[in-house]
C-alpha cells in the first residue's frame, strides 16, 4: 500500500510544478491555490509513506516520478523540446525508479 500511496504523491508532485508553472509567478489564484493544494497533498502522501519506507528509497523514487512526470507532461502539454536526449533521459529516470522499487 505505502508504494501506490508514493507513486500518487509523485504523481501529485507533477500537478503541483504544473499548477506552479501556470500561476506565473502567483499571479493566477486558481492556480496558486491548486499548486498550495497539490503541494499539501503530495507531501502528506510522502509523509504517510515514510512511515514503512526507507527515507532515501522513498525520497528517490518520489522525486523521480515528479521529475519524468513533469518533464513528459512539459514537452505533451507545455510546448517544451522534444530531443532524443531528453527522452532517454526521462527513461534513465524510470529505470532508477523501477530498480530501487524491485531492490527495495
Given at each position: 500500500m505505502a508504494w501506490i500511496v508514493l507513486v500518487l504523491a509523485g504523481?501529485?508532485?507533477?500537478?503541483?510544478?504544473?499548477?506552479?508553472?501556470?500561476?506565473n509567478g502567483f499571479t493566477h489564484l486558481w492556480w496558486?491555490?491548486?499548486f498550495l493544494v497539490t503541494a499539501v497533498l503530495s507531501f502528506g502522501l510522502l509523509s504517510y509513506a515514510l512511515k514503512s519506507l526507507e527515507?532515501?528509497?522513498?525520497?528517490?523514487?518520489?522525486?523521480?516520478?515528479?521529475?519524468?512526470?513533469t518533464a513528459i507532461l512539459g514537452m505533451i502539454a507545455m510546448g517544451d523540446e522534444v530531443s532524443l536526449p531528453r527522452l532517454i533521459s526521462?527513461?534513465?529516470?524510470?529505470?532508477?525508479?523501477?530498480?530501487?522499487?524491485t531492490l527495495a
Open positions: 504523481v501529485l508532485e507533477v500537478a503541483m510544478a504544473l499548477s506552479l508553472k501556470l500561476s496558486a491555490l491548486s527515507v532515501g528509497t522513498a525520497y528517490a523514487v518520489w522525486t523521480g516520478v515528479g521529475a519524468a512526470g526521462i527513461a534513465l529516470i524510470l529505470a532508477g525508479v523501477i530498480g530501487l522499487r
